[in-house]
Nanobody, 122 residues
Framework: QVQLVESGGGLVQAGGSLRLSCAAS????????MGWFRQAPEKERKFVAA????????IYADSVQGRFTISRDPAKNTAYLQMNSLRPEDTAVYYC???????????????WGQGTQVSVSS
């Protein structure tokens, strides 16, 4: 059972930056992708970004393209989400997830972290 632990959330002013980290307890052969989703209050959880462990290929939601960067360090079993030019609408709980394919849907993501709060003030 893969366990994921997020860190790095907090409160920041609009235009600021935060870096989220997601540490995996182990690497499963079948879990090729790491991703980030977010859920704002009273809204559904939505895809943010994903990356493959092996080749580093990435995909992003249109709303964060050019502002957020996902990366990974296989030696540390850790994925990161660098968030720049933050906006109030980025406020949400951010969840790390591990899955079998790099995708922008829930399909194939089997493990989830507890989430970390990101709040952006105007």
């Amino acid at each position: 059972q893969v366990q994921l632990v997020e860190s790095g959330g907090g409160l920041v002013q609009a235009g600021g930056s935060l870096r989220l980290s997601c540490a995996a307890s182990e690497r499963s052969f079948s879990e090729e992708a790491m991703g980030w989703f977010r859920q704002a209050p009273e809204k559904e959880r939505k895809f943010v970004a994903a990356i493959s462990w092996s080749g580093g290929s990435t995909i992003y939601a249109d709303s964060v393209q050019g502002r957020f960067t996902i990366s990974r360090d296989p030696a540390k079993n850790t994925a990161y989400l660098q968030m720049n030019s933050l906006r109030p609408e980025d406020t949400a709980v951010y969840y790390c997830t591990a899955g079998t394919v790099v995708a922008d849907t829930f399909y194939g993501y089997n493990y989830w972290g507890q989430g970390t709060q990101v709040s952006v003030s105007s």
